[in-house]
C-alpha cells in the first residue's frame, strides 16, 4: 500500500488539521473540508491522497 492509499481515520484527520469535529463538519456542509469515505461499518475516513490536495488548495487560496 502507498502513501496515497492510506485511509486515515476521521478522528486523526482532525487533529492534523487542528479542528473540531463540529468545525469540521461546517467546513463541510460549506464544500470546504476533503471529502470523506464511509466504510461499511460506518466509520469515516479520508484518503491521503485526498487530504493532501485539500492542503495544497489551501496553500493556493492563501
Given at each position: 500500500m502507498t502513501r496515497t492509499d492510506v485511509k486515515i481515520p476521521l478522528k486523526d484527520v482532525?487533529?492534523?488539521?487542528?479542528?473540531?469535529?463540529?468545525?469540521?463538519?461546517?467546513?463541510?456542509?460549506?464544500?470546504?473540508?476533503?471529502?470523506?469515505?464511509?466504510?461499511p461499518n460506518g466509520h469515516l475516513r479520508v484518503s491521503r491522497a485526498e487530504l493532501d490536495h485539500w492542503w495544497d488548495g489551501l496553500e493556493e487560496t492563501a
Amino acid at each position: 500500500m502507498t502513501r496515497t492509499d492510506v485511509k486515515i481515520p476521521l478522528k486523526d484527520v482532525l487533529k492534523e488539521m487542528g479542528v473540531s469535529r463540529a468545525a469540521f463538519y461546517r467546513m463541510r456542509a460549506r464544500g470546504q473540508a476533503p471529502k470523506l469515505i464511509k466504510l461499511p461499518n460506518g466509520h469515516l475516513r479520508v484518503s491521503r491522497a485526498e487530504l493532501d490536495h485539500w492542503w495544497d488548495g489551501l496553500e493556493e487560496t492563501a
